[in-house]
């Protein structure tokens, strides 16, 4: 099954829903498409006029384009995605993915999706890790 | 094969006794079609997506738990991001952080690994009176 991962770019994340026989989304699998194309120059800093349109589907006119610009990428994911792992409260220093508004709207639309979500948070010491690899074996055998 | 490629970064925890050095000796011993990259947190890899995930599973027999990978958007050594080529590198916070967070994790599946539960989330909760009252005692 289709894992969304969140913050879409983690490493962490990306390995244990593979490690787990999952596929997950991410956003280097996203972006390796526009790098490899000739028009984009030094993404994801560059949007084209389509990833205008289609951010349009996720945010509203009135959103600032950064989160729509990211919404470009990660919203056709989230359509693609039969299930999530969320980490709350990821550092902010998480490159592309420190914009806190894109964040909750991710959120929103995960949840307005209906599909199985878990929501963790980052280790900080061994007994959270093996909580942590504990829900996430539970959820993601659970998949099916 | 297909002619599509892909790029994916091995980084080795910090509780692991692997050296990006062995690391990529191995996979170069293993005369795969894939560019190999040493880098400070373990290697990149590039070549045909079957073969990377090939080449991820047979690596990982030198410890379990304690290579992660990722797939990578940029190709190993592209100017955009290299930093020998003074390339920007914004993902990096990010890598070290969660660099920092493989210990643990190695931790938990080994634990995961060998059947042992993990401990019951501690709970917070009200102290009585009494005691409250004993430890602003022993303050004063």
Same mark, same amino acid.
């Given at each position: 099954?289709?894992?969304?991962?969140?913050?879409?770019?983690?490493?962490?994340?990306? &390995?244990?829903?593979?490690?787990?026989?999952?596929? %997950?989304?991410?956003?280097?699998?996203?972006?390796? !498409? /526009?790098? *490899?194309? @000739?028009?984009?120059?030094?993404?994801?800093?560059?949007v084209t006029l389509d990833d205008v349109i289609r951010g349009l589907k996720y945010a509203?006119?009135?959103?600032?384009?950064?989160?729509r610009g990211?919404l470009a990428v990660?919203g056709p994911?989230?359509d693609?995605? &039969?299930?999530?792992?969320?980490?709350?409260?990821? %550092?902010?220093?998480?490159?592309?993915?420190?914009? !806190? /508004?894109? *964040?909750? @709207?991710?959120?929103?639309?995960?949840?307005?999706?209906?599909?199985?979500?878990?929501?963790?948070?980052?280790?900080?010491?061994?007994?959270?890790?093996?909580?942590?690899?504990?829900?996430?074996?539970?959820?993601?055998?659970?998949?099916? | 094969?297909?002619?599509?490629?892909?790029?994916?970064?091995?980084?080795?925890?910090?509780?692991?006794?692997?050296?990006?050095?062995?690391?990529?000796?191995?996979?170069?011993?293993?005369?795969?079609?894939?560019?190999?990259?040493?880098?400070?947190?373990?290697?990149?890899?590039?070549?045909?997506?079957?073969?990377?995930?090939?080449?991820?599973?047979?690596?990982?027999?030198?410890?379990?738990?304690?290579?992660?990978?990722?797939?990578?958007?940029?190709?190993?050594?592209?100017?955009?991001?290299?930093?020998?080529?003074?390339?920007?590198?914004?993902?990096?916070?990010?890598?070290?952080?969660?660099?920092?967070?493989?210990?643990?994790?190695?931790?938990?599946?080994?634990?995961?690994?060998?059947?042992?539960?993990?401990?019951?989330?501690?709970?917070?909760?009200?102290?009585?009176?009494?005691?409250?009252?004993?430890?602003?005692?022993?303050?004063?």
């Open positions: 099954m289709k894992v969304f991962i969140d913050p879409p770019n983690s490493l962490i994340l990306f &390995d244990i829903v593979e490690r787990f026989g999952h596929e %997950p989304l991410s956003t280097m699998a996203a972006l390796q !498409e /526009r790098v *490899n194309s @000739m028009e984009i120059d030094m993404p994801p800093m560059n509203g006119i009135e959103v600032p384009s950064g989160i990211r990660w994911m989230i693609e995605a &039969d299930a999530a792992i969320v980490m709350e409260e990821a %550092p902010f220093a998480f490159g592309c993915v420190g914009c !806190e /508004r894109t *964040n909750v @709207m991710v959120k929103y639309l995960l949840k307005r999706k209906g599909i199985p979500i878990l929501f963790a948070k980052y280790p900080e010491d061994g007994d959270e890790a093996r909580r942590f690899v504990a829900r996430a074996r539970e959820f993601l055998e659970g998949l099916g | 094969m297909s002619g599509k490629k892909e790029t994916r970064l091995l980084m080795i925890s910090p509780a692991s006794t692997v050296t990006p050095d062995l690391l990529s000796r191995t996979i170069h011993s293993m005369g795969r079609p894939v560019t190999v990259k040493e880098t400070c947190y373990g290697c990149l890899i590039e070549g045909p997506p079957e073969e990377l995930r090939e080449i991820r599973d047979e690596a990982r027999k030198m410890d379990p738990h304690g290579i992660y990978s990722k797939v990578r958007a940029y190709p190993a050594g592209d100017p955009r991001r290299c930093r020998a080529q003074h390339g920007t590198r914004p993902g990096y916070a990010q890598l070290e952080w969660e660099w920092k967070a493989l210990a643990h994790m190695r931790y938990a599946l080994d634990c995961e690994a060998a059947g042992e539960a993990p401990p019951a989330e501690k709970t917070r909760k009200r102290i009585p009176p009494r005691e409250f009252k004993d430890i602003c005692e022993e303050i004063e």
